[in-house]
């Protein structure tokens, strides 16, 4: 749960450069998706944990970000994969930034090469109570100069 908090934080951070609302949300829950995707495979269906790990790959986000797309109407599929997708990545960027003690995080040329890679930017025990507070203070920071500077402008 506080994983999924970082990734929404990280997610509004992310969509910032998006004008529209429907856009930024497309654009957090593609940062959500790759986990929910795992933890309902994991859980919801029991699978193997090496089945699950196809969600954090570049293919698998694209196919995630596919088939969450058809369910919106014709006119916005494309809007919502590619943001879907985008977000999907700044998620896979994030996890792939874990220190894993060198076992790699996420398979960049999957389904060609199962080999993991990992940049060990911070390490995974404990790691989003340590982010957690971070992300949310620069959430709140960023969106509070933003309305600041709406009320000054305005
Ligand atoms: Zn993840």
């Known amino acids: 749960m ?8 990280a ?8 004008r529209d609302p429907a856009g930024r ?3 957090v829950a593609g940062n959500c998706l790759p986990d929910l995707a795992s933890k309902t495979m994991d859980l919801g269906f029991v699978s193997p944990p090496a089945f699950s790990e196809a969600t954090h790959t ?3 986000i694209l196919c995630l970000a596919y088939a969450a797309a058809m369910l919106f109407e014709e006119g916005w599929r494309q809007r919502a994969f590619l943001l879907l ?4 990545l700044l998620h896979l960027l994030m996890d792939a930034a874990k220190d894993c003690l060198g076992c790699g995080v ?3 040329g999957f389904p060609l090469s ?13 790691s989003p ?15 509070g100069l933003g309305a600041l500077r709406r009320r000054g402008s305005g």
């Open 2 to 9: 506080p994983d999924l908090a970082v990734h929404v934080c």
């Open 11 to 18: 997610g509004l951070l992310g969509s910032k450069f998006l």
């Open 25 to 27: 949300a497309l654009f």
């Open 58 to 60: 570049p293919f698998g």
């Open 85 to 88: 997708a985008a977000g999907s």
């Open 106 to 108: 996420i398979s960049w």
């Open 114 to 126: 199962l080999h993991r890679w990992e940049f060990g930017l911070y390490p995974v025990e404990g």
């Open 129 to 143: 109570w340590i982010l957690l507070p971070g992300a949310l203070a620069a959430v709140l920071l960023v969106e």
